[in-house]
Antibody
């Protein structure tokens, strides 16, 4: 069974850093397209970053230069390193897997709050 | 960047109704379009991929159509479990969502 479990969210001050993790089971992270999405409180969904099976990475303009997506094949885990955090980065962050039909598998989400 | 516009933003309907949600892309995306259902506090659930393909396990009352820039999601006979927010998403060029359509009980 495919499972994605996010962790690492919490309260951080503006300008601070946080690393999110997405532990996967039931499939191999490195063989799949994996993405991070986010949803600000009461708002819609926004794509944040993707890492393709070949290792190429891409970012939304809103996070480019501040966020880094990566994966640890030995731990079968996806990461999102978030630096220079801003109030507008406050959101629930979801990891997702493209199982061949676009983003068919999602984690439960982890809340990031950027506030002083 | 490709922009996605959904209509309506809110839709009031009753159990048993047939409802349609529309999604327009700012440029042609062929059939690289997905529909998601999201309930409060939960992750999105994929319903339709490649504009008209039903994801495994999704009830057949859900259907999608369209190509190019105009797409629709239709629920043929609303069930109590269907009241939720629906999002379209293009994946022709990275990933962009519509603003969402909240389906409410009339």
């Amino acid at each position: 069974e495919v499972q994605l479990v996010e962790s690492g969210g919490g309260l951080v001050q503006p300008g601070g850093s946080l690393r999110l993790s997405c532990a996967a089971s039931g499939f191999t992270v490195s063989s799949n397209y994996m993405s991070w999405f986010r949803q600000a409180p009461g708002k819609g969904l926004e794509w944040v970053s993707v890492i393709y099976s070949g290792g190429n990475t891409y970012y939304a303009d809103s996070v480019k230069g501040r966020f880094t997506i990566s994966r640890d094949n030995s731990k079968n885990t996806l990461y999102l390193q978030m630096n220079s955090l801003r109030a507008e980065d406050t959101a629930v962050y979801y990891c997702a897997r493209d199982g061949g039909t676009t983003w068919g598998y999602w984690g439960q989400g982890t809340l990031v709050t950027v506030s002083s | 960047d490709i922009q996605m516009t959904q209509s309506p933003s809110t839709l009031s309907a009753s159990v048993g109704d047939r409802v349609t949600i529309t999604c327009r892309a700012s440029q042609s995306i062929s059939t690289w379009l997905a529909w998601y259902q999201q309930k409060p506090g939960k992750a999105p659930k994929l319903l339709i991929y490649k504009a008209s393909n039903l994801e495994s396990g999704v009830p057949s009352r859900f259907s999608g159509s369209g190509s190019g820039t105009e797409f629709t999601l239709t629920i043929s006979s609303l069930q109590p479990d269907d009241f939720a927010t629906y999002y379209c998403q293009q994946y022709n060029s990275f990933y962009t969502f519509g603003q969402g359509t909240k389906l409410e009980i009339k």
